[in-house]
């Protein structure tokens, strides 16, 4: 949620609620005291650059967020957008009145800016397991494993809610080589991080990786809310780089 601006002694802010990160979900504006949407009505990609700029975002994509980010409640705000890009603030854009529209809230704005990040494992048994993805930019892409050790691996698994760390496989053949960009490489955690993006590592998508040097992962073993241990537990397998 960024800037807080006073119209007429009101006190303005903008968010995107109900999408995972602060960069992607339902446009929404804490306007006369009340968070409230904004109508799709006119809605262009220029419009959605504006909120992503505002929000410290990047730029908007052309993607529209999943299903799960649902219509909003409250008022809805602003209707009849007409931005340039060039506005700092959403509502400095030509619009329709505050409060003056004539949509329901299926017509809520949603959108995705370049800045959403997602992470996942895939081709395991479960969630828990498999390759590790990260989607960036509008795309999933994988994460290299010549630097990545066991502090990364257990930022990934807390950060999933998958418990404590089980096991590395660095050898592609366990659950494939990823496709796409390699988004991160010279992953540098501490264990301490919420997130994996938190960790130092090289700016996105510099690497010097191919996709068999990416990490095949960090595994837990999970059934509903308790988490086995098996005998592999905090013991790594070896790195094809690593001495």
């Given at each position: 949620m960024r800037k807080k601006e006073d119209i007429s002694g009101t006190t303005v802010q903008l968010r995107l609620s109900d999408g995972g990160s602060p960069c992607n979900g339902r446009v929404e504006i804490y306007y006369n005291g009340t968070w409230g949407s904004v109508c799709d009505d006119s809605w262009d990609l220029a419009d959605a650059d504006v909120v992503c700029k505002q929000l410290g975002c990047g730029?908007?994509?052309?993607?529209?967020?999943?299903?799960?980010?649902?219509?909003?409640?409250?008022?809805?705000?602003?209707?009849?957008?007409?931005?340039?890009?060039?506005?700092?603030?959403?509502?400095?854009?030509?619009?329709?009145?505050?409060?003056?529209?004539d949509c329901s809230h299926k017509e809520d704005v949603r959108i995705m800016c370049s800045e959403h990040k997602e992470l996942r494992l895939v081709n395991g048994k479960h969630r828990c397991e498999g390759r590790v993805e990260?989607?960036?930019?509008?795309?999933?892409?994988?994460?290299?494993?010549?630097r990545l050790d066991g502090p990364d691996a257990e930022v990934i698994c807390k950060q999933l809610q998958c418990g404590p760390l089980s096991s590395i496989d660095y050898y592609a053949q366990s659950f494939g080589e990823g496709s796409g960009p390699i988004?991160?490489?010279?992953?540098?955690?501490?264990?301490?991080?919420?997130?994996?993006?938190?960790?130092?590592?090289?700016?996105?998508?510099k690497h010097n990786c191919e996709h068999s040097d990416t990490c095949i992962g960090p595994s837990v073993f999970t059934s509903g809310d308790s988490t086995f241990q098996n005998d592999a537990l905090h013991s790594y397998s070896t790195h094809p780089n690593h001495s």
């Open positions: 730029k908007a994509l052309d993607l529209a967020p999943p299903a799960s980010c649902g219509p909003g409640s409250g008022p809805v705000w602003l209707d009849e957008l007409k931005c340039s890009s060039n506005e700092s603030f959403l509502w400095e854009c030509p619009s329709a009145s505050w409060g003056n529209h990260v989607f960036y930019n509008g795309t999933w892409g994988t994460v290299c494993s010549e988004w991160l490489d010279g992953m540098e955690c501490i264990s301490h991080e919420s997130f994996l993006w938190q960790c130092q590592k090289e700016p996105w998508g």
